[in-house]
């Protein structure tokens, strides 16, 4: 009788769909029509089953975790670009562009020596301006993804775009400071404003000392990693410029 | 419907909108994997979102995405359980027909109206009892009780016969049964205090 009741239950066991209806399954049947303890088994088995789907929590993804998963996929997808034909002459003509305006900045350089500082700082500025346009003048938006992208089609190197608590996200846009090209990503913090910038150029390897410096009113906190200089600048107290920038190092170690 | 627009999209921007359109049930299926340890599960989901998107060429079928991302989140999970022995975490043996058949016929009648147990405080006692179970027996009673997939699709995340999907989700729920039945007991202790 056991065994009875133990293969009636196997041959009758929940969720697996419409069964072929074998002597076997039949006999199972029939035994189960007449046997209370079967009948109370294969209710259990649904009771339970009803009551784990019914009572398990469902906690969603927290913003964070969300946000450092489309980052790394974000990197993955950066990484695994292979650039299309297309894509190669836009960066040939991009590089021949460049380094026409290399050219340029070196030829104003040298009549800048000649003719005063004053007016080199004026048309080193007018020559950055102009390569700045040329690659765009910027982004609105608060997504993380779509202005890690923009950045991405427009940089020689990739920009992690950092996400910050009470920070909301507004866009970005690009940098050409001292022939170096960049980026910049603002955000609103407390209602007031705060920029990264990711300038190439800066130390080897991960230096995690953030530097705090001001000016004009503004306080940066600078530090350097794998040859690019990061800063972030706003009127915000040092302390709290240094949290987020620890912050900052905290994910793109992460 | 939507999914075949999407595909029609850049790959890695389809890729993006499937995997946000299910991460809600992937990263809390993370979570439970790993017992609740939120930074092994964000560490599962990654891994997990990595592999998807290298692979995500070979989903043919798009109204699949969701199996097929729980796949892979499956068995990333299990290959890292049972690799290396990493993690302290049991693994159990699945038993075979006859084991199975004779398990089945031992099982005592349910008593305790567990419905009348708080749902919060029922929650968390299962929690707990999941948290218990060997790793196989969590995923096929996660996958298939609250997650809804049929013992079909979690016998393939899991790479074994439906079979012993079946032997896994008996034994889990009889381990759960202990712990729902021990926090209605509990439940009416206190209330009849």
């Excluded at chain 2, 196989?136 to 899991?158: H, I, K, N, P, S």
Aim: with cysteine.
């Amino acid at each position: 009788m056991t065994m009875q009741c133990g293969r009636a239950r196997r041959l009758l066991w929940p969720d697996v769909g419409p069964r072929e209806a074998t002597a076997e399954v039949l006999g199972a049947r029939e035994h189960a029509s007449g046997c209370e303890a079967c009948q109370s088994f294969l209710h259990d088995m649904l009771r339970i089953q009803g009551q784990v789907g019914h009572i398990a929590p469902r906690p969603t993804a927290p913003v964070e975790v969300r946000d450092r998963l489309f980052q790394a996929i974000a990197r993955a997808r950066t990484a695994t670009k292979a650039p299309a034909p297309a894509a190669r002459l836009r960066q040939i003509l991009i590089a021949g562009i460049a380094a026409l305006l290399a050219l340029s900045l070196s030829l104003l350089g040298y009549l800048a020596v000649r003719g005063g500082s004053g007016e080199s700082n004026t048309l080193g500025s007018i020559v950055e301006d102009r390569l700045r346009a040329e690659k765009g003048a910027g982004l609105v938006s608060s997504d993380s993804l779509q202005v890690a992208q923009w950045l991405a089609e427009r940089l020689p190197f990739a920009v992690q775009v950092p996400l910050f608590p009470e920070a909301r996200l507004t866009g970005a846009r690009l940098l050409v400071a001292n022939h170096q090209s960049g980026a910049v990503v603002e955000y609103q913090v407390q209602g007031r404003g705060l920029s990264y910038y990711v300038l190439s150029g800066g130390g080897v390897g991960l230096q995690q000392d953030v530097r705090l410096s001001a000016g004009n009113g503004y306080r940066v906190a600078s530090w350097h990693d794998a040859g690019l200089t990061h800063a972030l600048v706003g009127i915000l107290p040092g302390s709290k410029l240094r949290e987020l920038a620890r912050y900052c190092i905290h994910q793109m170690m992460v | 419907m939507g999914l075949h627009l999407k595909r029609s999209k850049q790959p890695a921007r389809a890729f993006e909108e499937v995997f946000a359109e299910h991460l809600d049930a992937l990263y809390r299926t993370a979570l439970r994997l790993c017992r609740g340890h939120e930074a092994d599960a964000e560490d599962l989901l990654q891994d997990s979102a990595l592999r998807s998107f290298t692979h995500f060429d070979q989903l043919k079928d798009p109204s699949s995405a969701r199996a097929w991302l729980f796949t892979i989140l499956t068995r990333t999970h299990l290959n890292r359980v049972r690799s290396a022995g990493r993690r302290a975490e049991a693994t159990s043996t699945d038993l075979d027909e006859r084991a199975f058949e004779a398990a089945l016929a031992e099982w005592m009648p349910m008593r305790s109206p567990a419905e009348e147990v708080e749902r919060r405080q029922l929650g968390e006692e299962l929690v707990k009892a999941l948290d218990q179970l060997p790793a196989e027996l969590r995923g096929a009673v996660w996958l298939v009780d609250v997650e809804g997939f049929t013992q079909r699709e979690a016998a393939g995340m899991q790479d074994v016969p439906e079979g012993t999907v079946a032997s896994r989700l008996f034994r889990g729920r009889r381990q759960l049964r202990i712990a729902l039945e021990a926090a209605a007991r509990e439940a009416r202790i206190w209330r009849n205090q």
